[in-house]
T-cell receptor, first 114, second 114 residues
């Protein structure tokens, strides 16, 4: 099976702009989670989508939003970018099987805000 | 609150030596525990997981981990380290079921001396 794919891999944006990141999960996986990774805060959970519904949300401002499509692909959007939003954004997919619950990560999108 | 502590920020071992990376967790219910590895510029790769049953779990690349409920620990071990094991290692705890997010430790960076 193909793994989790994320596009683009690298992005440079200016403060105040908005950005959309895309994630395609492993075929058959219906859950997609997003994480932000920074040197200072480490890996932090943003939100999870399952069957097009947001199921869980981390402690991030409303500028961070996401959605999931019927084919399980997901996008996350960050509006009004701030310098502190510079990070590696990781997407993870899961089958959400109650017995074997594990998440598989994509390579990430490196966002730099200048 | 749920949390994961990895006490060692950076560890250096000689190639061929044994390795143990420490992980302590705080979680109210029975935890789902994971170890992930991240090479520079890459996403996270799942090394192993513990859900229930045998407290010693085997993973990929010759890694194993032992769950000790009394110590709230889930330490990662490898009997003989290879230069290619140099990377950052993350311990994570998740609730499984309806919980779609993982809580990660800050990571331990492993360097391998030739």
């Amino acid at each position: 099976k193909a793994g989790v794919t994320q596009t683009p891999r690298y992005l440079i944006k200016t403060r105040g702009q908005q950005v959309t990141l895309s994630c395609s999960p492993i075929s058959g996986h219906r859950s997609v989670s997003w994480y932000q990774q920074t040197p200072g805060q480490g890996l932090q959970f943003l939100f999870e989508y399952f069957s097009e519904t947001q199921r869980n949300k981390g402690n991030f401002p409303g500028r961070f939003s996401g959605r999931q499509f019927s084919n399980s692909r997901s996008e996350m959007n960050v509006s009004t970018l701030e310098l502190g939003d510079s990070a590696l954004y990781l997407c993870a997919s899961s089958s959400r099987d109650r017995v074997t619950y594990e998440q598989y990560f994509g390579p990430g999108t490196r966002l730099t805000v200048t | 609150a749920q949390s994961v502590t990895q006490p060692d920020i950076h560890i250096t071992v000689s190639e061929g030596a044994s390795l143990e990376l420490r992980c302590n967790y705080s979680y109210g219910a029975t935890p789902y525990l994971f170890w992930y590895v991240q090479s520079p510029g890459q996403g996270l790769q799942l090394l192993l997981k513990y859900f229930s049953g045998d407290t010693l779990v085997q993973g990929i690349k010759g890694f194993e981990a032992e769950f000790k409920r009394s110590q709230s620990s889930f330490n990662l071990r490898k009997p003989s380290v290879h230069w290619s094991d140099a990377a950052e290692y993350f311990c994570a705890v998740g609730g499984g079921g309806s919980q779609g997010n993982l809580i990660f430790g800050k990571g331990t960076k492993l360097s391998v001396k030739p």
